[in-house]
């Protein structure tokens, strides 16, 4: 059983700064795709930013400027530095690790973190 373990979620006002952090076995963490989704109540799960094990970086436009994705393949660990944060931010946060290409989802398996929570309020 992969697990993907996550890290970082918590309460935060307006303005301020999270980090979330996801560590995957070495094995999932060297090949695939590591990524942040989120889900806000009463709403789909939606695509935060994801990153290749190349380096190569995507975000949903509406975080762009203000989040950062990066991963460290000495820790086997990604990493979502959230900054600007606003209230429409607040969701759960989820880790997720992609096989490297869309043929390679016919035989190789998506992975997921249990979710943290993020919440922006004064």
């Known amino acids: 059983q992969v697990q993907l373990v996550e890290s970082g979620g918590g309460l935060v006002q307006p303005g301020g700064s999270l980090r979330l952090s996801c560590a995957a076995p070495?094995?999932?963490?060297?090949?695939?795709?590591m990524g942040w989704y989120r889900q806000a109540p009463g709403k789909e799960r939606e695509l935060v930013a994801t990153?290749?094990?190349?380096?190569?970086?995507t975000y949903a436009d509406s975080v762009k400027g203000r989040f950062t994705i990066s991963r460290d393949g000495t820790l086997n660990t990604a990493h979502l530095q959230m900054n600007s944060l606003k209230p429409e931010d607040t969701a759960i946060y989820y880790c997720?690790?992609?096989?490297?290409?869309?043929?390679?989802?016919?035989?190789?398996?998506?992975?997921w973190g249990q979710g943290t929570q993020v919440t922006v309020s004064s």
């Open positions: 997720n690790a992609d096989p490297p290409s869309r043929a390679a989802l016919t035989y190789m398996a998506r992975y």
């Open positions: 070495r094995n999932i963490f060297s090949i695939y795709s």
């Open positions: 990153i290749t094990s190349g380096g190569t970086t």
